[in-house]
């Protein structure tokens, strides 16, 4: 199976990520964000893997380390779970309605880490989430999953409604992107 058990711990935070690439189950997510634990909830479901979070941050300053740190250790379990990505898809996208907005993302599970986010938000905050901290996020799992990441806002006006649109999209496009079509490494170079 494809999973990954790893720790972070830091003088801002102390992370367990329990990443099952293979089996969708109930995950528990704990950070201390409710709106943010709920974003990994929906992104883990549309992605079809199990997901287990823990997070102790330091939130009496804000959400920043919290929300940046599952972030690198997200994207360092799932790249340690995909491995040599032998026979995977690849490639993922995804438009995501919700209400009045709608997302785009596209993903590469390249080995050449990037991200474009084109989005603003009306509003500072969902609930205790600082809405510019969806960026970071994206950033950090892409940057530590070695996944290229394109997340496109086409449109809406309910912030809450924007991120998590996001977040599935980013969840479906995963999906696709880890599924295991066949044997080998999908690029002509043989290596990723």
Same mark, same amino acid.
């Given at each position: ?90 490639? *993922?996208?995804?438009?995501?309605? !919700?209400? #009045? &907005? ?8 390249? @080995?050449?880490?990037? $991200? ?39 449109? *809406?006006?309910?912030?809450?409604? !924007?991120? #998590? &649109? ?8 995963? @999906?696709?992107?880890? $599924? ?13």
């Amino acid at each position: 199976m494809r999973e990954t058990i790893l720790e972070r711990t830091t003088k801002e935070t102390d992370i367990q990520v329990r990443v099952n690439l293979d089996q969708r189950g109930e995950g528990q997510i704990h950070t201390g964000i409710g709106f943010f634990d709920h974003m990994l909830t929906a992104f883990a479901f549309r992605a079809g893997i199990t997901l287990h979070v823990t997070c102790k941050g330091d939130l009496q300053v804000d959400g920043h380390h919290t929300v940046e740190d599952v972030g690198i250790t997200l994207g360092q379990a799932m790249g340690q779970a995909l491995g040599d990505k032998d026979g995977i898809r690849r490639f *993922g996208s995804a438009a995501i309605p !919700m209400d #009045e &907005a709608l997302v785009n993302c596209v993903l590469d599970i390249s @080995g050449r880490p990037y $991200l474009v986010f084109n989005a603003q938000f009306s509003t500072q905050k969902v609930g205790d989430f600082e809405t510019e901290l969806t960026e970071e996020f994206f950033r950090a799992v892409a940057l530590h999953s070695g996944i290229t990441l394109h997340i496109n806002l086409a449109y *809406g006006r309910n912030t809450h409604h !924007m991120i #998590e &649109a996001m977040f599935k999209a980013f969840g479906e496009a995963l @999906g696709q992107a880890i $599924l295991q079509t066949g044997e080998g490494i999908p690029s002509t170079k043989g290596v990723l």
